[in-house]
Structures are given as C-alpha cells and as structure tokens.
C-alpha cells in the first residue's frame, strides 16, 4: 500500500471565508481534496477525501497546532464530528434531545470552532463520505484494522509534506472506532509498512471510546454489570431526577456503590446473606430504575439490552444517547443499529441533509458523487486481527514518547461505550496517568451534543492541548 503517484484524478475545491470566534474575526481557507491510494500490487484502488481548515491571517503558521479528527464505524465518515463540533458551521438545535427529523433543518456560525488555535483536518477513509472508489476489489485491502491504520498514517505523512507542516505540533482526535484508530495510529505512526516513520504526536483526543467494549483488544476487561452502571444510574437520573443529588453527585454514588457493595454481591450472589442481598436490591433499583422483580429473576445482573426498555415504562432509551426515547414496539420487524435506535435514529437525518446541503455548498464542493454517512458493507466485513492491540500501542507510545498525552471524553448517557468502562480501562491500561485527562459530559456516545457539554468540552480541550504543547 502507498500513496499513489498518479494523483491526476484527485478532486480539489479551496473554499475561502471569515469567522469570528471568541470575540474576533479571523480569515480561513478549506481544502477539500482526494489523496489516492495504490495496492499493494500497485493497482490505484481509491481515495482518502479530506476537508483541511486552515487559518490564513497568522504569519507563521508552521508553528500552529494540527489536529487530524476522523470518526469510526469503522466504515463511518467523519460527518459527524465535521458537523457537530469541528467545522466552522454547525447543525442547529433549538433542542437537541428532540432534533427535527424532517427538513428544513438549519445551521449556525459554530462558536467552539478551533481554528483560532489550531488547524483542523477532517478525514474520510476509503468507501465512506466522498471518498472515491476506482477499484472495488483492489480497496477491500483496506479493511482491516491494521491496513487501516497504515493508511492513515500515510495519509498524515503525505499532508505533511504537501503542506509543509513537519515541524507544526500534531494532535489526533477519533471517536468511536476512531479511538481504536488512535490507538494503533500511536504505534503505525513510528513504524509501519516495513518502514520507520518516527512522526510522533503532542496529544491524543478520545471520544466515546469504543476500546473498553472489545475484549479482544482489551484483555483485562471485566464485570459488564459494573462497568455499565455509572451510565445506567446517570440514564435513571436523567428520566427520573426527583428526590436525586445533582447528575455528578449521583453518577459517583453509584460509581463507589458499584465498584464496592455491588462488586462484592455480584461475586457472592446467591451465598450472599438474605438481609445483604435485599439492600442490594433495593440499591439497585434506586440507581438504575430497574424494577426489583427483574434484578431478583437475574440474579443481581443487569443487561443492558433489558435496561434500554425497563429504565422508562413503555419507551425505549437511546444506546448511543440515553436522553433520546422511541416507543417500545415489537411490530418493526428486524431491527436496524441506527435507524431504528432511539438516538441515531432521530439525528441522524439532520447532519445527512445538512452535510448535502449547506456543507457542501459552504465548502465549494461540485461535483456528483453521492456521500455516503455509514458504509456498513465495510463494517460488515471488517478483519479485526491486530499484532499489537490498539490499548498496547497507545501505552507503549507513552512510554517512548515523554511528551504524549491522552485525553478521554465519554458522555454520561452513552450506554455504548460507556464513562464506567473508560474509567476501568484506564485503570487496567499501564499508561502513565499524570499524562491521562478524563472528562464526562452529560452528553452521549457524541459528547458535543447539547451546549452544555459543548462548552465544557470547548474549555477542556483547549486547556489540554496547552497542556500538551507545555514542555
């Protein structure tokens, strides 16, 4: 696999403008461009499509910061952190947990924009977005875990030198599967293809880390009914706040009764003294909602399949987001991850039509090529094997590189990749935890949606990339 040599069919739209941001008005440019990729056989096989926010009125941009932000899927595109919290616009709630599902739907000037500190390049891999596909068979080499990763990291070596940037800091931002990215990006960026690219990075951003969920990559994973209560107490607390502490006070109760009383039930269970156990049940439907007749039928244990339609008689809590409900209904037939979630399946269609619409206007794109969101062939016929887990990569970066540190941004209400799991994997992962941020918004598996937790995020990461860039 390379960059290919052959970049004559490479698409490039310059899109120029102004934002004020933090109380001043700056100049930017967009790039949004096709880098191609060959084979390994040398067959060129597809594109990488990328929207490159540059600020133009500062004299020495070499010294600015580069953040390169990507989602997951692992067939997803980046529209969704683009849309949501990079882009100089943004989609516009007026209420976020009760989005428009049908158009019109609007946009607003994005005030938590970067680009004052930072340039800000947003990645589409191959088949997602509108990257471009020339030869079907030839990019299935691409979907893998591995050869992913080697992708971008010659992505990033390629932007570079294109634009010069070597000396200019580096920042990695991945959600969901792009957390999993980040984590072997931290090793195929000092060496990968056969070959030593020694391109270190200043920091790591984090959010909604799927890296806790996957026992594979994760071998000290543990009691799923632990890790998960902090996000189902905080779903409870959403859905039913009366008589409770504030969401932070209640979710830490329940994060100690969790990883205390409940640790110790759940490993005695039966052999546990009636007068214990009874506390702990009655404990146990104060956190989470969940009725005692079902976790006494358990045996303490709560799945979180059950939980998202026990937690709100009659309704069906979001996975993604818990603040989202549909009606619970057994009549849909098969049902679909995202369309048919309770939180993806109401937002879903705004960032579509706003991405199509607006986006794509505003950055000066014109061409015919249909984007695409989710690509869920890819996802389908991912290869998952690794040499290196991406949790021993992120680790073992920390220990080479002194100056690297990783930040962790989980939403309360993300019962898919939840605050709970993060907090033990960080625990269990050997980095050196001077160097680890961790943040929970009350927000879900997109931790930037609502303003409050856009604001706090805004603060969080601008202090942890001066933290960062501080030696």
């Not at 960032?351 to 869920?376: C, E, H, M, Q």
Request: charged share 20%; glycine share 8%; net charge negative.
């Amino acid at each position: 696999m390379r960059v290919s040599l052959d970049q004559s069919r490479a698409a490039c739209f310059v899109k120029e403008g102004t934002a004020s941001l933090r109380g001043k008005k700056i100049s930017y440019k967009v790039v949004s461009e096709d880098t191609y990729f060959d084979n390994s056989a040398g067959v060129q096989a597809a594109s990488f499509f990328s929207d490159a926010y540059f600020r133009t009125d500062v004299k020495d941009a070499v010294s600015r910061p580069v953040i390169f932000a990507f989602n997951g899927g692992p067939g997803s595109s980046s529209i969704w952190v683009h849309v949501g919290f990079f882009g100089v616009d943004r989609i516009k709630y007026d209420d976020p947990v009760h989005p428009p599902v049908t158009p019109p739907f609007e946009v607003e000037p994005n005030p938590h924009c970067f680009l004052d500190i930072a340039d800000v390049v947003i990645i589409d891999p191959v088949a997602t977005g509108y990257s471009d596909v020339i030869d079907a068979e030839a990019a299935k080499e691409f979907y893998s875990t591995e050869a992913d990763a080697l992708a971008f990291t010659l992505f990033i070596e390629h932007w570079l030198s294109k634009y010069g940037r070597w000396n200019s800091p580096r920042f990695l931002c991945g959600e969901s599967y792009g957390t999993v990215r980040n984590g072997m990006l931290a090793g195929a960026m000092v060496s990968s293809g056969g070959a030593l690219k020694s391109i270190p990075v200043n920091g790591i951003l984090m959010l909604g880390p799927i890296l806790n969920v996957m026992p594979s990559y994760n071998p000290q994973f543990s009691e799923r009914s632990v890790t998960d209560f902090l996000c189902m107490a905080a779903t409870n607390h959403y859905h039913h706040p009366k008589g409770k502490p504030s969401l932070e006070e209640f979710a830490e109760e329940a994060w100690d009764f969790a990883s205390g009383e409940y640790l110790r039930a759940l490993f005695l269970c039966d052999c546990l003294p009636k007068k214990e156990y009874d506390a702990v049940v009655k404990k146990l439907t104060y956190y989470t909602g969940v009725s005692e007749k079902y976790i006494r039928e358990h045996h303490l244990r709560i799945a979180m399949n059950d939980f998202l339609s026990e937690v709100v008689p009659g309704q069906v809590v979001g996975l993604y987001d818990s603040r989202y409900t549909l009606p619970e209904n057994n009549r849909i037939g098969q049902f679909d991850v995202v369309p048919d979630d309770g939180a993806m399946g109401q937002y879903t269609s705004s960032y579509v039509g706003v991405f199509n619409d607006y986006f794509k206007s505003s950055l000066g794109i014109t061409f015919d090529r249909a984007y695409i969101p989710i690509n869920f062939g890819i996802n389908a016929t991912w290869n998952w094997d690794v040499t290196r887990t991406p949790s021993d990569n992120l680790t073992a970066a920390m220990r080479r590189n002194k100056d690297l540190h990783v930040f962790w941004g989980t939403g309360y209400y993300d019962l898919c990749t939840t605050p709970g799991g993060v907090r033990h994997f960080i625990a269990q992962s050997g980095m050196p935890l001077e160097r680890v941020t961790r943040k929970e918004y009350p927000s879900g598996h997109m931790p930037y949606l609502g303003e409050d937790s856009c604001i706090a995020m805004d603060k969080d990461i601008r202090e942890f990339i001066a933290k960062a860039l501080k030696k």
